[in-house]
């Protein structure tokens, strides 16, 4: 079984032979890494939104994302924390947590106050205190997709391409073999953008599409 | 409007696939009260791929737990339900 704790043993030209510890982990760059991370949190995760039906879930690789009211959504989060910590040897980094509240019927200051208030008056969710540092009415990426009203859509999409840009400036500045930088360009920075325009929201972002398109000789992102 | 369009689109990547699932399960979100708003929340895990406990993968696959989890609701011996499609892909785990 891979991702488990282990001794690794080969023998060198002389045939000497050598060991090595290995912690337990996934092989960097393997694609199936994903399913067998799926299949070692799906039972855990999967009792857990068992017992809270009012809870609905999307997960994509490690990122987790809950979809309930705000009450249910942090009773759930609470004794998921526990659950992965017991049975999986995870750790859930609160801080880092993203909420978002869809419907433009509270702005921010109001969902922090929301937020706070439940936090301190449920004594189940004691673990989950410092989750308000990333509360927003506007929008959220999920898995690198934006979701959201069409201004934070916008100002998403316009950051990651100014990002983008930068990024170009300095490969430009760096490599100096013709075939790796069109490379660079073509299968990460071109992708990067390609994945914003076409991920399938129609909103403002789709507009940006015809302005990507890489050019060999600049290295630079020109209007179409 | 905006979540059929995004049904609709032709190329999904995986992250566009969550993004449109999350997108939908979070569309009722007029019919829950503004006292407890509906939220979506995204979960964080500390190094998650280099720090898993890797049993349960062992217990899914065999179909059958070999160590109690889920706080005890999980024991020893019970049956555990696994996609039948994975057993093609045993060699690779």
């Known amino acids: 079984m891979q991702g488990h704790a282990s001794t690794l043993r080969f023998h060198d030209r002389t045939g000497q032979p050598h060991h090595l510890p290995c912690s337990k982990c996934g092989h960097q760059g393997d694609g199936f890494e994903k399913v067998r991370f799926a299949v070692t949190m799906n039972l855990s995760i999967g009792c857990v939104f068992q017992r809270h039906p009012a809870c609905k879930g999307a997960i994509i690789c490690d990122d987790i994302f809950v979809v309930a009211p705000l009450l249910e959504a942090l009773a759930l989060v609470a004794e998921l924390k526990l659950i992965l910590k017991r049975d999986l040897d995870l750790d859930l980094d609160v801080p880092n947590f993203n909420c978002y509240v869809p419907g433009n019927r509270l702005n921010d200051n109001q969902a922090h106050e929301l937020f706070k208030n439940i936090l301190a008056n449920q004594q189940s969710c004691s673990d989950l205190t410092a989750i308000d540092v990333g509360v927003s009415t506007k929008g959220l990426c999920v898995a690198g997709v934006p979701i959201g009203d069409d201004a934070w859509d916008t100002t998403f999409v316009e950051e990651k391409v100014e990002a983008v840009i930068l990024d170009v400036c300095k490969i430009h500045h760096v490599l100096t073999d013709d075939i790796i930088h069109y490379n660079m360009l073509h299968f990460c920075q071109n992708t990067h953008l390609g994945f914003l325009a076409w991920q399938g929201n129609q909103g403002p972002q789709h507009a940006h599409a015809p302005y990507f398109r890489i050019t060999r000789e600049f290295g630079v992102f020109s209007h179409s | ?93």
């Open chain 2, 1 to 93: 409007m905006k979540i059929s369009c995004t049904l609709l689109a032709k190329k999904t990547a995986p992250g566009t696939r969550c993004a449109q699932v999350t997108q939908l399960l979070a569309s009722d979100w007029d019919v829950h009260n503004v006292d407890n708003p509906l939220v979506v929340m995204k979960l964080d895990i500390i190094n998650a791929f280099y720090s898993v406990r890797r049993q349960a993968q062992s217990d899914v696959l065999a179909e059958k737990a070999f160590t109690s989890c889920d706080n005890g609701n999980v024991r020893d011996g019970d049956m555990i339900p696994c996609a039948r499609s994975l057993r093609k892909y045993s060699g690779y785990f």
